[in-house]
């Protein structure tokens, strides 16, 4: 959890000092508009809209990983795996929207007739 907090720290500590170039994108702007009009609600899109959603979108990404990070850690782990991100959202409220999308991996069992 000292690793979400430095995180959240650098963030705030980012986004109140360092200033910005919001011509440089993490993510392809062509994209980004591309999502932002899949709702039908949206006409038009402000110039400033998609490079907040960018960064929206860095810091989602970024917090989903370290989340999953910890938990291949707590498992002598090196290499995050599907079970690792899905562990992420099933421990966090806020990510209960992607349960649908990454389902947590259930162990089959396999019945045998004796």
Known sequence: MQLLHSFWMNQMHDIENVPQDFKIH???????????????????????????????????ITELTIRAWIHAEENKRRTLQRSDIAAAISKTDMFDFLIDIVPREEVLVVAVKV
């Open 26 to 60: 993490h993510l392809p702007l062509a994209r980004i508009k591309k999502v932002m009009k899949t709702d039908e609600d949206v006409k038009m899109i402000s110039a400033e809209a998609p490079m907040i959603f960018d960064k929206g979108c860095e810091i989602f």
